[in-house]
Nanobody
């Protein structure tokens, strides 16, 4: 089993920055086996949406709404994936969730979420 624990959320003014972290662990865990790590977000009354993801090789993918402002990265030594968020906007307000996918086992794991609130 794989556990994901997010941190780094909070309240920030528009134009500010936050860095989210997601630490991955588990009894049968091997971070390098994770094929995709991603950050999703869900605003009140809206569906959960992909913000950014990164594959095992380091290739990244971003939602159009965050391109140029957010950066996803992974540290294989610290078993951690990060989301650096700059130039935050009120519309970025949401609960942000970390996700891990292991394709060989069809594993799809989620963290508990961390709240990001951007005030105008």
């Amino acid at each position: 089993q794989v556990q994901l624990v997010e941190s780094g959320g909070g309240l920030v003014q528009a134009g500010g920055s936050l860095r989210l972290s997601c630490v991955v662990s588990g009894s049968i865990f091997n971070f390098l086996r994770i094929d995709f790590m991603g950050w999703y977000r869900q605003a009140p009354g809206k569906q959960r949406e992909l913000v950014a993801d990164i594959n095992r090789g380091g290739s990244t993918n971003y939602a159009d709404s965050v391109k140029g402002r957010f950066t996803i990265s992974r540290d294989n030594f610290k078993n951690t994936v990060y989301l650096e968020m700059n130039s935050l906007k009120p519309e970025d307000t949401a609960v942000y969730y970390c996700n891990a996918v292991v394709t060989t086992t069809s594993g799809n794991y989620w963290g508990q979420g961390t709240q990001v609130t951007v005030s105008s």
